[in-house]
């Protein structure tokens, strides 16, 4: 949160800029060149759950997007290998009605672990990756705050000891029961400890959506609120120094996607001869009621 | 060498000198004024009408040059705008002569831009300097209403807007930090008024604005690209008088007068935005959006001058402003409030050691703050930045014989930079953010320029400058690894040397005359800029921070070579140039890829930037018209400028953000009678380069997966999409042209009152010029389809604005 709190000065700074003198906009034509395909990687490991890895390739960028073309960009005939060290497996592909990706049944996600990555691809590409398993650093507490002003309307609170030693990553994630098909990450999911190091601390997070989202309390004015009634389970994760780096820059990028203030700096990637990123993480889980005071 | 160079430099001076001092000569001194107000009259021509030589008056109006004993002679002086001065008189010992010049407005009211006979542009070694008549300036259509010296001059070849409606330039493929700033002599850091729109300086305060784009004399340094040498006026001290103004965004008045008549005066002059007084009850209700929001900028300028003998004169002047912003979110509580702004004071001693040295020596502050303060709930977020000069200086102006004008002087700076420096708290948990760290430099200069007319035909002005910069502790450098992450920290004592750079700086600038009025000037020019400023972002913004040179960043080093051709046609009627400029720049910087501003905190700023090289060519042609009703100019310019950084896209060249291929300004006014005068002005550049994506993936961040079951299907369109750039400023945006016009009104004099009318039209065939693009995806989620849409944003459409102007 202090971290977005930073990011919202230029934002503000720009948007009040830009709504002061109330712009105009036009649709153009815009020529790009057309580039060689990149292959994207998406490998996870959480911490007591299967290995799974989701491949695809860039598209031109005005290339058309429908579900049918997106899964023609995903590849399906690697030969896709993770190795904890001591077994080495070689994932299998999904069957396609639940999605194309691959996925172990043998490395199952584990503290302490070196995991490494191998994909060969059709074309005679090699792929590698390595991540690692840290120990979870949990929260000592989770709860539910309604925002000043608003009646039912919040966000979830965390208390933190982040541990002595400097270098510490987290991710946090939230779901709303029934609500919510998955654990969505909030802006600015992601946080190290170069400015908290050793210290214990409250922060906040508001509710993140899914990308493209068109539920109703997502475009009202209950989007980036949580509200009492809510089951609010959380997830909130420790992640490599890699992870932090890839999903900062990441967010950044979609957050502030053109214009003179937004980042056009390539995501950080720990893939060899791709794009993406290969992590282990591990998480810790609480859940809230959201409740009026009494 | 640098030593042989020295030598050479003052052996001509003496030897010439020496060689030309007969017994047979007298001095002609003096100021040059206006004959009303008082005001000096800068870079007035003063000369002999029997042998067209003579000089132009400095700074402070002041001139001197020797003649020969003998028959009578006419002495001469004119300046833009003025009527000109003529006194016979008999050499036969040295002369005081005070020059009070009458303006042609105050009769005429016709705008001249330049009423000067001379062929100046041509006869002058300098090259590349422009000097700006404010009256004209004001004449011309002015966006919002606000008369704005920092957008006149970018209607000047060679010189480039920073964007739309920005008060940032570019001079010669320099940066926005490679432009001198000086306002009465003191360093102005940011120039800029609401994020860029405006600029700090208040056209009714300001009595002469010179621009120096090439060919710097030794005088001025620190900056590679240019000079903007903004002098106040003085205060009238003949008369008060009051004048101020009306216009959309803000308002103004000044007040000027004598304290004593003759001898001492003062001038005082504000100017506020007003919007935010409408942002409070009864206008808006309490607790609104408009009341939580409030914005405002105001300014003062005021000077007090005061002649204490014929010899001594003492100058106070000094500049204060500050832009407010006010944001409260009614939703969150967050509320944040940005204040930023510069405060100058400069005092400045005029002394006479004989009527061939002139003196002056100036004390001055400058200071520039940023800082942002912001709340919610009980986290607390402070930012600072800024940075504070005492600048001390002394410079000679040496007049020993007519063909020679000598300048040399000291000059010594202390820093204080304030780099980005963050506090923040919650309840009592005080975040380790490294706090608020000052970096202490010194900066030194020493310099010598000699204007020498070599003959008739020939003349050279060679200078040299030694700087150095000195930059001590304490000072905390944060080591880091490959990774950028902190591995150790070296702290380094009060006063005790982190860093130490210096250099010589040659400049030389000759003249060749093929006719009277034909010239051709070659010049180059060694420059060393030892402060940098650090922008995440392609326009100017207060958030940008100004480093020192230090053990990682080295200073700036600029070396130009320009030559031209100059020819005034019709008894000087049209003025045309060309000149030619090949620059290359050393040891710039950019901010790595993917740095956050975060990354600048509890972290040295320039832990965060890689360095390249830049180098840049170009042509510039110009045509203007100085007489007559109707007059104004043309000029083109041809550019390239590009970068190479071996830490940016694998050291790949690519074009700077400013790199313009082509860019046009037309100006011209029209003076139609007394009560009307016209003005327009059209512009086209090259548009701006800029980087854009060239392809894109999605990802769908860590499925939910229950034990072994995966928990619902990927669904497509969850998936976040995120690009790949291409090649660093590889796009342009389309070409950016716009057409100003404005027609002034004078109301005729009544008793003292004067008054007048600006109507203005900025862009008026409301062009659409492109300010930045972005990719809009839109979703449809029951088709699962895509679609994406390139924009582009443009900031101001047509606005017309009206000002009033008053006088008494």
Known sequence: ?????????????????????????????????????????????????????????????????????????????????????????????????????????????QTGKTYSLKIL??????????????????????????????????????????????????????????????????????????????????????????????????????????????????????????????????????????????????????INGGIGIFEAFNPTFYTVIAKKPD | MHRNLIAIVFLLLSVTTYAQEKPTRYTLSGYVKDASSGEALIGANVYLKETMKGVQTNTYGFYSFTVDAGDSVTLMSSFIGYNDFAKRLLPNKDYRINIDLVNKYIETKEVVITGKKEDQNVSQPQMGKVQLDIEQIKSLPAFMGEVDV?????????????????????????????????LDEAVVYNASHLFGFFSVFNSDAINNVTLIKGGMPANYGGRLASVLDISL?????????????????????????????????????????????????????????????????????????????????????????????????????????????????????????????????????????????????????????????FNAKTDFTWFPVITHNVKFGINYIYHRFTPTSVEARQDSTEFDLGGVNHQYAHEGAVYINDEWTVSDKFSVSPGLRYSMFDFVGPFTRYVKNGDFETIDSVHYGTNEKVAFYHGIEPRISAKYSITQNASFKASFTQNYQYVHLASFTSVTLPTDVWVPSNDRVKPQDGKMYAAGYFQNFKDNMFETSVEVYYKTMKHQIEYRDGSQPDDDVKNNTDNNFVFGKG???????????????????????????????????????????????????????????KKWTFGLTWVYATGNATTLPVSRYFMFGPLDLQGIVYNGLPNMTSGQIYDVYGDRNSYRMAPYHRLDISATYNRPKRKRFESSWNFSVYNVYNRMNPYFIYFNNEVDSKTGTYTIQAKQVSLFPVIPSITYNFKF
């Not at chain 1, 999605?99 to 049944?105: H, L, P, Q």
């Open chain 1, 1 to 109: 949160m202090k971290k977005s709190l930073i990011m919202m000065l230029i934002g503000c700074v720009l948007l009040t800029t830009v709504m002061f003198f109330s712009s105009c906009e036009k649709d153009i034509t815009v020529d790009l060149p057309t580039q060689e395909q990149k292959y994207v990687v998406e490998g996870y490991i959480e911490n007591g759950l299967p290995a799974y890895v989701l491949l695809s390739k860039t598209a031109d960028y005005f290339a058309p997007v429908d579900s049918v073309s997106l899964k023609n960009y995903m590849v399906k005939d690697a030969t896709v290998i993770i190795s904890d060290g001591t077994i080495t497996d070689t994932l299998m592909m999904a069957d396609p009605t639940i999605g194309y990706f691959y996925f172990s049944t043998n490395i199952i996600g």
């Open chain 1, 121 to 270: 691809t059709s074309d005679n590409k090699t792929i590698t990756a390595e991540t690692h398993m840290l120990p979870a650093v949990p929260l000592d507490s989770v709860w539910f705050k309604i925002q000043e002003g608003k009646d039912s309307l919040g966000f979830v609170w965390a208390h933190l000891t982040d541990p002595d030693t400097l270098g510490n990553c987290y991710r946090w994630f939230a779901k709303r029961l029934g609500k919510d098909k998955s654990f969505i990450p909030p802006p600015g999911s992601v946080f190290d400890d170069r400015f908290i190091n050793g210290k214990e601390f409250n922060f906040a997070f508001n509710r993140g959506q899914v990308p493209n989202s068109n539920a109703e309390d997502d475009n009202n004015d209950e989007a980036g609120f949580f509200k009492a009634g809510d089951t609010i389970e959380v997830k909130f994760c420790t992640i490599t120094k890699e992870s932090y780096k890839f999903w900062r820059q990441a967010e950044s990028q979609s957050t502030g996607s053109g214009g003179p203030f937004g980042s056009t700096a390539e995501i950080p990637t720990n």
């Open chain 2, 150 to 182: 920092l957008k006149t001059i970018q209607l000047l070849p060679g010189v480039q807007s920073a964007g739309e409606g920005n008060t940032g330039f570019y001079v010669r493929g320099g940066g926005p930090d490679q432009n001198l700033i000086l």
């Open chain 2, 233 to 389: 006026k003085e205060g009238n001290n003949k008369e008060f008088k009051a004048e101020g103004g009306l216009g959309p965004i803000a308002s103004r008045l000044t007040l000027q007068g004598p304290i004593q008549k003759d001898k001492s005066s003062f001038i005082i002059s504000g100017r506020r935005t007003f919007i935010d007084l409408f942002q409070r009850p009864p206008f808006v209700k309490k607790g609104s959006n408009a009341a939580n929001n409030t914005y405002f900028f105001y300014d003062l300028n005021t000077k007090i001058n005061y002649h204490i003998s014929d010899r001594d004169r003492i100058f106070l002047s000094g500049y204060f402003g500050r832009d407010v912003f006010n944001f409260k979110s009614a939703d969150t509580g967050f509320r944040f409030r940005i204040p930023w702004g510069n405060a100058t004071t400069s005092l400045r001693w005029n002394h006479l050691f004989s009527d061939k040295l002139f003196v002056n020596t100036s004390l001055i502050y400058s200071d520039y703050k940023f800082s942002f303060g912001a709340k919610q709930e009980s986290m607390q977020l402070n930012i600072f930045s800024g940075v504070r000069d």
């Open chain 2, 615 to 673: 180098w840049s060519y170009g042509a510039e042609f110009f045509i203007k018209k100085a007489k007559g009703k109707l007059n104004g100019w043309i000029g083109y310019t041809l550019a390239y400028t590009n970068r190479k950084f071996p830490d940016i896209k694998n050291g790949k060249t690519f074009p700077a953000k400013y790199d313009r291929r082509h860019d046009i300004s037309v100006v011209l006014t029209y003076n139609m009678n």
